[in-house]
């Protein structure tokens, strides 16, 4: 399966309009970025023009908003231009603004869907990085609110929404493999309780609030210029900001997200948690190398370094080549000093076809690290199908293992193998293996 590229925009595009919670007049550029750069804010509007990453290290503030800073340099009300961006498959950008808080446009995440349609999307030379979940996270909030994170093999969010009277109470779940995020959780916009209007006019925010860009509910009645787009837009704008704050998150995060009246500092605070756990794995991880980025092979020393066997059970001497991210080439010199002849048979030394089996699966973990650029995992048997062993393996032969990977999502991948002698074909097999740590 070929890795997932990452992306960035095809050409800069603005748009302007006016903040929230500042009410100032602002312009906003995004640009391309590089592979790696992840999201960028740049106050072009400040002398030196200094920027401010979009990272979890990086949250000031969650009332009301997420703000982000870096010393003195702060960026509000980032949650709609970042999920957006996420949203639309988009890793990379660099955003210019001239102010410290994007515009608000009608409250929704459409303005930035047009500006990111506007800019097109491009594909550049790195994989993208994710990050699976190991084990549950959970956070909870002092209004009886709670966010669990669940180990997945994709990104997914299950959110309910009420209020605290316990109106409106809504529910979704959404993933981006069966949703449409342009269609179905953009156009949600924010909402606020009529009680709250006030208290948050008197704390300085919401100045450039009005009934264009949210929605009040007061009691059983909506207060909004143009009726609701969806039945349960509420709860559809609540996934909107989980997505925009966990893309401060540093990598792709593969979870199931359950949500229960969830708010930007219990979405900020779940992204904290997974990022320790992220780094303490990262911590008691063995010092892994990647696989070559080129076309080129491996030696033993390296492929030891990426896989966890060892004698007498390292069945591949070396990798010759790739061809892309689907295929491998490797080899094992087959001699009479292997472990398994004295009984295999005695008087006539056979290599078994198990072993043969073995190599094609060694061949493809490292295949399958070098496709996902994820070290430190190996491919435990699951299933081997279409087994064929042609012709018997000698000492004195060199086993040419010619492995193309078929398919691989999340913790599961399959492989097709062959092993050849001299161009023929003396074994092949179709595998099923589960990824796990080493």
């Avoid at 999340?410 to 062959?418: L, S, W």
Wanted: charged content about 25%; glycine content about 8%.
């Amino acid at each position: 399966m070929a890795s997932l590229k990452q992306t960035t925009v095809r050409e800069p595009q603005s748009v302007k309009g006016f903040a929230l919670h500042t009410g100032s007049d602002v312009t906003l550029t995004v640009k391309p970025a590089a592979a790696n750069t992840g999201y960028i804010f740049k106050r072009i509007d400040l002398p030196d023009e200094p920027t401010v990453t979009a990272h979890i290290d990086n949250v000031k503030q969650v009332e009301r908003a997420t703000t982000l800073g870096e010393g003195n340099v702060k960026i509000h009300t980032v949650e709609h231009l970042l999920s957006a961006l996420r949203g639309c498959g988009i890793d990379n950008a660099l955003i210019e603004i001239d102010a410290n808080e994007p515009p608000i446009g009608d409250g929704s995440g459409r303005l930035f869907i047009e500006l990111i349609e506007k800019a097109g999307k491009v594909e550049l030379d790195a994989t993208v990085a994710e990050y699976e979940l190991t084990e549950p996270v959970r956070v909870t909030g002092r209004d009886g609110g709670y966010i669990i994170a669940w180990p997945s093999d994709r990104f997914e969010v299950s959110c309910t929404n009420a209020n605290h009277l316990g109106k409106h109470t809504q529910f979704r779940a959404w993933n981006p493999e069966t949703g449409n995020y342009a269609k179905e959780i953009a156009l949600a916009r924010t909402f606020v309780f009529y009680e709250e209007v006030q208290p948050l006019m008197e704390k300085g925010l919401i100045k450039g609030g009005s009934l264009e860009n949210a929605v009040v509910i007061r009691g059983d009645a909506i207060l909004s210029r143009e009726p609701l787009r969806y039945d349960d837009e509420f709860v559809r704008h609540k996934i909107l900001d989980i997505i925009g704050d966990l893309s401060l998150f540093p990598l792709r995060l593969k979870a199931h997200i359950y949500a229960v009246k969830p708010s930007h500092a219990l979405n900020v605070e779940l992204a904290k948690e997974i990022y320790k756990q992220y780094k303490q794995r990262q911590a008691q991880r063995a010092p892994f190398e990647h696989v070559p980025i080129g076309e080129g092979g491996m030696d033993t020393a390296e492929i030891m370094k990426v896989l966890p066997h060892r004698f007498p059970f390292l069945m591949i001497d070396r990798i010759l080549g790739f061809e892309g991210n689907t295929k491998a080439i490797g080899q094992k010199a087959v001699t009479m000093n292997e472990p398994f002849f004295p009984g295999h048979f005695p008087g006539h030394p056979v290599m078994p076809g198990v072993l043969q089996v073995e190599a094609m699966a060694q061949v493809a973990s490292i295949l399958l690290s070098r496709a996902t650029g994820i070290m430190g995992k190996v491919g435990y048997f699951m299933s081997a199908d279409k087994v064929k062993w042609r012709k018997p393996v000698f000492p004195g032969d060199v086993l040419i293992i010619e492995v193309e990977l078929t398919k691989s999502r999340g913790k599961i991948a399959r492989a097709y193998g062959v092993c050849r002698v001299k161009n023929d074909i003396v074994s092949e097999a179709e595998l099923m293996f589960g990824i796990m740590d080493a």
